[in-house]
């Protein structure tokens, strides 16, 4: 499975940005499809997932309530829309997947990723 993400950009705080996540390959394979991000000199930390077949969503809550992840499985294409943001919300955001169903909210629980895609929110 290629993963390509594209829709980071700079943005001012409240600001919207929506992230869309490609695949390609044996997307037939894939169980969750994730969103993580990561900060200079932080972890990588889980974002949102969605499972690939069933409509089951899972948020981390720093996001929740702002964030909005979504599929559009005719286009194998995932997408995150990020509303009110943030200076904090501020990283590299990556997409990934999944091929079995022991995640969805660890990066370890991911088999593929996609190039990252920077997010900058300016206060």
């Known amino acids: 499975v290629q993963l390509q993400a594209s829709g980071g950009g700079l943005v001012q705080a409240g600001g919207s940005l929506r992230l869309s996540c490609a695949a390609s390959?044996?997307?037939?394979?894939?169980?969750?499809m994730g969103w993580f991000r990561q900060a200079p000199g932080k972890e990588r930390e889980f974002v949102a997932a969605i499972r690939w077949s069933v409509s089951m969503i899972y948020y981390a809550d720093s996001v929740k309530g702002r964030f909005t992840i979504s599929r559009d499985n005719a286009k194998n294409t995932v997408y995150l829309q990020m509303n009110s943001l943030k200076p904090e919300d501020t990283a590299v955001y990556y997409c990934?997947?999944?091929?079995?169903?022991?995640?969805?909210?660890?990066?370890?629980?991911?088999?593929?990723w996609g190039q990252g895609t920077q997010v900058t929110v300016s206060s």
């Open positions: 990934a997947a999944a091929k079995d169903g022991l995640g969805p909210r660890a990066p370890n629980d991911y088999d593929y």
């Open positions: 390959g044996r997307t037939f394979s894939i169980y969750y």
